[in-house]
C-alpha cells in the first residue's frame, strides 16, 4: 500500500544523521575578518559570487575587482605614500601597504605581509623583516632630518625651495 510504502521510507529517513541547520554551519570568522562577496571568473562569464575571508584593513571591492580563479583573490590595505617630488623613477619606497594573498604558496605561506612599492617594485615582508624595514626608514628619515638641519636658512627670496616645500606637502602649487 502507498501508505505503507511512505512510511517505510520515513523509518528509513530516521537512520540518516540529522543534517546541520543552515545556524550551525554559518562560518567561524577570525577577529579581525569579516566575510565579504567575491565575484569569480572569466570577464566573458557572468561569474559567481563566494564569500571570502577579508581582513578589516582590506579595501578592495572583491566583486569589482574580480578574479578568474578564487586563487587569485588577494587583499590589500590602503597605502601609505611617499610623496617625494621628482621627475626621475624613485629608488626609495613610494609605497607600503598591507596584502594578503591567502593561495600564496611562497615565502610569506599566505599570511598577511607588508607589501614595498620600490619604484615599481614590490617587495613583501613579514612582520620582523617590515619591523626592521621600517627601522631603517626611520634611520633614513633621521639623518635626511639631520643634513637639512645642517642647511642654512632659507634666503625670503627663495620661490624655488617655496615652491618644493609646497609640493612635499602636498599643498597645491
Ligand atoms: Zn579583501
Not at 537512520?15 to 562560518?27: F, H, I, K
Not at 587583499?75 to 593561495?103: I, T
Request: aromatic residues 6%; contains cysteine; negative net charge.
Amino acid at each position: 500500500m502507498t501508505t505503507n510504502a511512505i512510511s517505510q521510507h520515513i523509518s528509513a529517513l530516521k537512520g540518516v544523521p540529522s543534517q546541520p541547520t543552515a545556524a550551525s554551519v554559518r562560518p567561524v570568522v577570525k577577529p579581525g575578518y569579516r566575510l565579504v562577496p567575491a565575484l569569480v571568473g572569466r570577464s566573458t562569464d557572468p561569474g559567481t559570487v563566494v564569500y571570502v575571508e577579508c581582513p578589516v584593513w582590506c579595501t578592495v571591492d572583491h566583486v569589482a575587482d574580480r578574479s578568474v580563479f578564487l586563487e587569485d583573490i588577494n587583499h590589500q590595505g590602503a597605502p601609505e605614500v611617499l610623496a617625494l617630488p621628482s621627475d626621475h623613477p624613485a629608488r626609495v619606497p613610494v609605497e607600503a601597504y598591507l596584502s594578503w594573498w591567502p593561495a600564496s604558496h611562497d615565502d610569506t605561506a599566505g599570511e598577511p605581509c607588508l607589501s614595498v612599492d620600490i619604484d615599481s617594485e614590490v617587495m613583501v615582508y613579514g612582520r620582523t623583516a617590515a619591523l626592521a624595514v621600517a627601522d631603517q626608514l626611520a634611520a633614513f628619515a633621521e639623518n635626511v632630518r639631520r643634513l637639512a638641519e645642517s642647511l642654512p636658512a632659507d634666503k625670503p627670496s627663495r620661490s624655488q625651495a617655496d615652491e618644493a616645500l609646497r609640493r612635499v606637502r602636498g599643498e597645491a602649487v
